[in-house]
């Protein structure tokens, strides 16, 4: 199986920051797409950003030019920065991958972490 742990996440006054990582482990022979979705309480959960193996990356109109993810192939990690946060930004941040497995090759899942809470306020 496989686990995606994530980190970082807290409480930050408005225009603060915060680095969000989530580290993958277990029966993983590659990683495809890495993202980072969130959901407040009350939404669906959306799509933050997200970075291909190639590293081409692709985000939300809403956070664009103020989060960037990155990813650590050695570490099997997607990292997301957050800058100039907002309080709209609140929420619980999940990550995901889709990893081939290194038992059964050719299957690929998507897998999810656990949520990290995000929370913006003053």
Not at 4 to 16: I, K, R
Not at 69 to 97: F, G, H, W
Not at 107 to 116: M, N
């Amino acid at each position: 199986q496989v686990q995606l742990v994530e980190s970082g996440g807290g409480l930050v006054q408005p225009g603060g920051s915060l680095r969000l990582s989530c580290a993958a482990s277990g029966r993983i022979f590659s990683i495809n797409a890495m993202g980072w979705y969130r959901q407040a309480p009350g939404k669906q959960r959306e799509l933050v950003a997200a970075i291909t193996s190639g590293d081409s990356t692709n985000y939300a109109d809403s956070v664009k030019g103020r989060f960037t993810i990155s990813r650590d192939n050695a570490k099997n990690t997607v990292y997301l920065q957050m800058n100039s946060l907002k309080p709209e930004d609140t929420a619980v941040y999940y990550c995901n991958a889709n990893i081939e497995d290194s038992w059964y090759r050719g299957l690929v899942r998507s897998y999810w972490g656990q949520g990290t809470q995000v929370t913006v306020s003053s």
